[in-house]
């Protein structure tokens, strides 16, 4: 089991940037895919970013790539998000995920990852 407690979150102006990080408990935080998630009010949960277990493979919803980079540090037990140009659209509640696999896979549904932060709120102001 991982508990995961996310940090960073803030209000920024639009074209501003902000840098979320996600730190794990547990010994085994390299046998878990990450994942970055958000939800808007009134929206659902949606993918934003996703990182395999050694950290090797990545992959972004396509309203993040080019703005999001994710990665993961596995000797800090840490997960990190840092967001450039950031737009209103961005505003919502981000939240980390993990999920225990077997392979060095990224998952994009949140219906495969089993622990989840309480959220951190991102607010970008036009």
């Known amino acids: 089991q991982v508990q995961l407690v996310e940090s960073g979150g803030g209000l920024v102006q639009a074209g501003g940037s902000l840098r979320l990080s996600c730190a794990a408990s547990?010994?085994?935080?390299?046998?878990?895919?990450m994942g970055w998630f958000r939800q808007a009010p009134g929206k659902e949960r949606e993918f934003v970013a996703g990182i395999s277990r050694s950290g090797s493979n990545t992959k972004y919803a396509d309203s993040t790539t080019g703005r999001f980079t994710i990665s993961r540090d596995n000797a800090k037990n840490t997960l990190d998000l840092q967001m450039n140009n950031l737009k209103p659209e961005d505003t919502a509640v981000y939240y980390c995920?993990?999920?225990?696999?077997?392979?060095?896979?990224?998952?994009?549904?949140?219906?495969?990852?089993?622990?989840w932060g309480q959220g951190t709120q991102v607010t970008v102001s036009s």
């Open positions: 995920a993990a999920a225990s696999v077997n392979y060095n896979v990224v998952l994009r549904i949140a219906g495969n990852y089993a622990y």
């Open positions: 547990g010994r085994t935080f390299s046998s878990y895919a």
